[in-house]
């Protein structure tokens, strides 16, 4: 017969056995601190008591003093003396003191200290002061001890603000070492945000503030998630025979097999379990934050108090402003109209001040009534498009994740909540590596210095930033469902979410496409020769236009940057700006090579017959036959013209025959009347046919206030197509603004490329925008004797970025020509 197993000798050991059979941590702490205090008290007997009868005491400090000795941690003791060890005789009482508890196994980590010392703070040492809030008995002189317990409250009491002041700079330099997010996929469960050291600060503050003030019970409501996290980090100490608190991948696979742990998903047991372990860390970081937030306040601060004080005035009839952080009115409200927490976020977004403890309580309780009403559809899109053109829409995204408002509207946003992509390329979880792509994409508006500075400058040229944040929620969401891509699965989800938040239809498809493509800059950089004539080819076809080009770009540049980092090196950020200039220019030659060929049967060949192959790209079905009509209008009358308002812009499309200074006339015109040209373009066909599409805005609202002006500019605008107005009188006429001083301008550049087309010269100009720019440019080619081929114009915030192919009496410009050209031009971007 077998000998029944006997009970391990080691007690540290038969603590490891009892451990991994019910998974009780507790017991461990418990049994563990037991253990030192027998040999440190023995020891002390032995070494100490016989040179200090009196006169010394020893303190647990520390986790020690807390009575939480995890299986391989530090044991801090502190020695109370009278005065410091300084015969031969007490020293060597100390090291042997000190020796018999590393020759148990003990890692001490000891010092020495009068109580004068104790209750005073010296600068650099704010762990001495922050480890008396744990100190206890251990052994020794009790006289001595009281002594101290008697003067530590007065201590506390008159430095708290300052300790309260270094120890939250402190965590947040440490929660900064760690990119602030306990989202890591190898987490550090002890210094992380969200790890052991947060639950010990929430402590630590607590301790620090008046005992008259009462405070919520943080750590009494984490008492699951500090179970858990107890558990995890006794077995990775038992495990590792060592001080071991990185939860490594390795150490995932094999925590998942032990009997205690309960909660997983068989089917995919690590992921599910590091989901449960982010769900908790986020817990326990919320409220660390939470209880930084209202010690900090406590602390006054001169001219921010000043300034938080001025900030209440931004208050509103539903949101308050307190002591820097919102409050709601009338909370009750959540329940009857959810929509209250999005005009909350959007308050938070537009001013960066976040939601008080006390409203993020009243939002988590919410949460299902705003889930249910956002599950039908609703107008969901209209709030989120405005939180995300905000200066602090970063701000409102993560507080939405951190309080659950994100995955209440957006259920499928769960799905990635904690994911774990296990590889060691990425750093975070799914859904923190989506939050750190916008954050690199927002932060691109602080205009940052060097070579990121072209991809913020890319950024201005966008004419929709809130689809591309939303896009970017959007890019990995599928990653958590079996399919033929994450791509494909990510875009097919986002079908039902768009249509759910009632985003207009006309702007679906657009963020699909950036779903699906999100990966193919990436893919070029990766796996392509960019010197293969091929691969421009293959990336235009796949971008379409310039402008899917520039979102793709800043889109890429914001993904690998959001995968750890170090992942954006300057290597990686050199090619991926050249594969857009690639990209770029070969969509901006094919504005003139490209041209559609139809089949002469075909339904409208002769209007579609010579147009760029862009503009079938970028024109619906709809919008080209509402042109085929106007071609129609136009063959009876001359020219026909379509005005209309779309959103906060109005569109023009003129289709008339070509003839010189047209397109000139038209700018001119619209410029005169005030209107303000953000987009234009202009196709020909071989019939001699144009097609002039200007975008514009109208500051002044005339258009609106005035509904007679839109009929007497569509008049206008006719007049100017058949020559019969004069344009450049009606320009002198109107007031210019006063020019800005020369070193704020912006610096114009021109670029011409005789290379880009077989028979035209493209020249790009990137300018100052003003009012009548174009009309001056479309002149300076007309007065030197240049054909406006092709043209495509964008206008962003002051920046104008126009494209014009030109030829001169049928062929492409002399060198000679470009360059009296390029001085005419200098001059009228200065003008």
Known sequence: MNAAKQPSSDPLLAIKERFLSDGNPVAVLADRTALVNNVLRTAFLEYLAPVYPKGMAVLAVGGYGRSELFPHSDVDVLLLVERAPSDEKSRDALSAFLRTGWDSGLRISHSVHTVDECCSYHAGNLELSISLLDQRLLCGDTGLYQNLTARLPKFFASERQMLLRLLIRQTRERHEKFQNTVYHLEPNIKEAPGGLRDLHVIGWLAKLQDPARELPDWLGELGPEIQFLYALRCYLHFMGGRDQNVLQFDAQEDIVRQPFMDEIDPAKPIESWMRRYFLSARRIHRAASQAIDVSERLVPSGLFSQFREWRT??????ISVAKERLL??????????????????????????????????????????????????????????????????????????????????????????GFVIRDFYHRYTVDEHTLIVAEHLLSLRKHPDGPRRRFSELLTEVDSLPLLVFAILLHDIGKSIDGPTHAAESARLGEGMMARMEMPEEERPFVRFLVEQHLALSSVMNARDLDDPATAKDLAARAGTVENLRYLALMTYADISGVNPTAMTPWRLEQLWRVYSIGLRELTRELDTDRIHVEPDAPASEFLEGFPSRYVRTHSKEEIEAHLALEQQARKSGVAVDLSRHGGVWKLTLVTLDKPRLFASIAGALSGFGMDIVKAEAFSNTKGEVLDAFTFSDPGRALELNPPEVDRLRGMIEKAAIGTLDVRQMLERRVRPQAKQRSERLRPTIYFDSEASEHATLVEIVAEDRIGLLYDFARVFAESGCNIEVVLIDTEAHKALDVFYLTCEGRKLTENEQFVLEDRLRVACMA
Do not use: C, K
């Not at 308050?347 to 976040?354: C, M």
């Open 328 to 417: 709601l009115r009338n909370p009750q409200m959540l329940e009857s109209d959810p929509e209250l927490a999005l005009r909350l976020m959007l308050f938070t977004a537009r001013h960066g001040l976040i939601p008080a403890t006390d409203t993020e309580r009243r939002i988590a309780r919410a949460l299902p009534i705003i889930e249910n009403y956002f599950s039908e559809p609703r107008p969901l899109w209209n709030h989120l498009r405005e939180i995300f053109s905000m200066p602090y829409a970063m701000v409102a995204l993560r507080t939405m994740h951190e309080t659950g408002l994100l995955g209440a509207l957006l259920p499928e946003w769960r799905m990635i909540e």
């Open 313 to 318: 005035r931004l208050s509103t009839s539903e």
